[in-house]
């Protein structure tokens, strides 16, 4: 019987955050938002002066240095002792590893790949580059009968994918050379660019206007619109992408899918902790 309670308390036992009516926002404590908000002025920019600390964060000078000390107790944030200039601390880059380590790039895409979904009514996919091909990870897929499906794991060509030419574009200038060098790009349809100054040339547009267009290059009435997720460093790590038939991912439509599709990439990007170079 003993035990029984004790299960039942242990089911009955709140996990996570607590939820109040209609599950409104906890409050937040005003002291921890001070802190916080300062950690985001230190962070914003090394070598601040307590003055000008206290401005960011619009708080008095005397209630900005007990913050700054207890952040420095804890190692969040330290004073240079000849200057007396502020910068961030290595307990703050301790919990940003934290947060590094822990992501999962899948999952927090999903939520940016869904909403695509729904606005396009198009397959969303996202993708890491792997040498000279595409490794697919996630799809969210679309309800319409005509639709490209990737199987999560699926390779496909780098230089014949939106996904691949994304990534290839904000790649080292020469990295497509470098890939390509042993072998010709693979020709899939009519459209497949093969030679490496006309790839070199779609992934300069790509780079320039944002976005990376699979114009039926790897399957004949299939088109495939890309942009590129960064990392911190703004390095592209991944790829979001939407596909779909060429009579609904046609010309007019092009500029509206492709807007759609750099949204979510920089939804993206923003999930993981990047930033756009």
Excluded at 102 to 110: D, N, Q, W
């Amino acid at each position: 019987m003993l035990d029984d309670r004790r299960q039942s308390a242990q089911e009955k036992r709140p996990r996570g955050r607590p939820r109040g009516p209609d599950h409104a926002p906890a409050p937040s404590v005003q002291a921890l938002d001070r802190a916080l908000d300062m950690l985001d002025v230190i962070a914003a920019r090394d070598g601040l002066t307590l003055g000008e600390i206290a401005a960011a964060a619009a708080l008095p000078a005397s209630t900005a240095h007990r913050i700054l000390a207890t952040l420095e107790r804890r190692g969040y944030a330290r004073a240079d002792a000849e200057s007396g200039l502020w910068s961030i601390g290595v307990g703050a880059y301790t919990v940003g590893q934290a947060f590094v380590r822990s992501r999962r790039v899948e999952a927090l895409a999903r939520p940016a790949m869904r909403a695509l979904m729904a606005a396009s009514g198009e397959t969303v996919n996202l993708g890491v580059l792997e040498g000279r091909e595409v490794v697919f990870l996630a799809q969210v897929e679309c309800a319409q009968p005509l639709r490209a499906y990737f199987r999560p794991g699926r390779r496909g060509p780098a230089h014949a994918s939106g996904i691949g030419k994304a990534l290839l574009a904000w790649a080292d200038p020469d990295a497509a050379a470098r890939l390509f060098s042993g072998a010709a790009p693979e020709r899939f349809t009519p459209a497949t660019l093969t030679s490496l100054p006309a790839l070199a040339q779609a992934l300069a547009d790509a780079r320039a206007r944002g976005w990376a267009l699979d114009d039926e290059e790897h399957a004949a009435g299939m088109r495939c619109v890309a942009a590129a997720v960064f990392d911190e460093r703004a390095e592209a790590v991944a790829g979001v992408s939407l596909s779909g038939p060429t009579v609904r991912v046609d010309d007019a439509a092009l500029p509206r899918l492709a807007a759609l599709t750099v949204g979510a990439a920089d939804a993206v990007t923003r999930a993981i902790g990047g930033r756009k170079p």
